[in-house]
């Protein structure tokens, strides 16, 4: 897990997100919202869900960008109320803001890490999720934290930058290989093409030089039978 450390789609929160999505599906059926959907559905929809590592969070703030909200593992409370809302369960989506054990807000008499599984609007990037979180979140520590996240995200931007470029040119490349073909014939198929014209040309010629052949070898035979008639007639 060391050697994959981000804290939104890092190895640990992978590992985490597939434990979560199998305790979240029932939960979320329960729901109005999802009440009309099959679990399969459901787990189709959860597939944009990511499990964040919250280490250094002490209030979270729950933007538009999230749909869902689903405590896997430990436990909340919300900001407002103070009511308490221990795993596995869906925090409503009438609670704006949730505290975590790290603050001191909440009184919880033993250590506890709490997971949740976050489920971001449809055209919402994760990573966007969690930089407004910085903004609007109070943190233990605002520091390392944040510069590793957003060295996270502006390095993912610039994967997906160089990724589009390479697959532009390599399809630039791909459009001008096959201008080209189409207007050149390739060699290969030129030579192909070539000696497949001469041998059936050849095949045709010798053909006709058959049948051109034959005829005066058939001008000699019927010379030879009028010979011999003419000798019959003289010897008569």
Not at 43 to 61: C, D, G, H, M, T
Not at 124 to 146: K, Q, W
Not at 150 to 169: D, G, P, V
Request: hydrophobic letters at 35%.
């Amino acid at each position: 897990m060391e050697l994959n450390p981000d804290p939104i789609i890092g190895l640990e929160s992978r590992i985490w997100k597939e434990v979560s999505i199998r305790v979240a599906a029932p939960l979320l059926q329960a729901t109005p919202a999802y009440q009309s959907l099959t679990q399969e559905q459901v787990k189709f929809a959860l597939e944009r869900a990511f499990v964040p590592n919250l280490n250094q969070y002490k209030i979270f703030s729950i933007t538009d960008m999230i749909e869902d909200i689903i405590i896997v593992d430990g436990l909340v409370a919300d900001y407002n109320t103070r009511e308490t809302y221990i795993a596995p369960c869906c925090v409503s989506r009438t609670v704006q803001k949730i505290i975590l054990p790290t603050s001191s807000l909440i009184n919880v008499p033993f250590e506890v890490v709490t997971r949740l599984l976050i489920v971001p609007d449809r055209e919402v990037d994760e990573y966007d999720v969690m930089m407004l979180a910085e903004e609007t979140c109070e943190m233990l520590s605002t520091g390392s934290e944040s510069k590793c996240l957003q060295h996270t995200a502006q390095e993912r931007i610039r994967n997906r930058k160089r990724n589009r470029s390479t697959l532009r040119h390599k399809f630039i490349t791909k459009q001008k290989s096959s201008h080209t073909s189409s207007r050149s014939v390739p060699q290969s198929l030129t030579s192909s093409i070539s000696t497949t014209y001469s041998r059936s040309r050849t095949g045709s010629i010798t053909k006709g030089n058959v049948s051109f052949h034959e005829l005066p070898e058939e001008q000699e035979i019927e010379k030879d039978s009028q010979r011999k008639g003419s000798m019959r007639s003289s010897l008569d």
